[in-house]
């Protein structure tokens, strides 16, 4: 079963994503950061994670490095409420 871990700073978006995905057919992991994300990242199994844009872009770009950068062993998806080209690359 895929397993999906979802990164945000907003708890009931991470519920919300969480029991959608449950529902589909997904395992789901929840961290309120990058940060807190990383001994689940560490440990290994996530083929995805989705990551809060206030997480991708909050000034520690090491840590969002290791959760979500082109290294990583998993895809990444970064969804924000405030869409723009600029914070897009940012991200």
């Known amino acids: 079963m895929p397993t999906v871990l979802i990164v945000d700073d907003e708890k009931n978006?991470?519920?919300?994503?969480a029991r959608g995905l449950r529902l589909e057919g997904y395992r789901t992991e929840e961290a309120q950061n990058g940060r807190a994300a990383l001994p689940t990242v560490d440990?290994?199994?996530?083929d995805l994670i989705l990551l809060?844009?206030?997480?991708?872009?909050?000034?520690?770009?090491?840590?969002s490095r290791r959760v979500a950068g082109p290294r990583a062993e998993h895809a990444a998806?970064?969804?924000?409420?405030h869409g723009s080209i600029e914070r897009a690359v940012q991200a």
Do not use: M
């Not at 978006?13 to 994503?17: G, M, N, P, S």
């Not at 440990?43 to 996530?46: F, T």
């Open 43 to 46: 440990e290994g199994g996530i």
């Open 77 to 81: 998806i970064v969804l924000t409420a």
């Open 13 to 17: 978006i991470r519920a919300t994503l």
């Open 52 to 63: 809060g844009r206030s997480d991708a872009g909050n000034g520690r770009p090491r840590v």
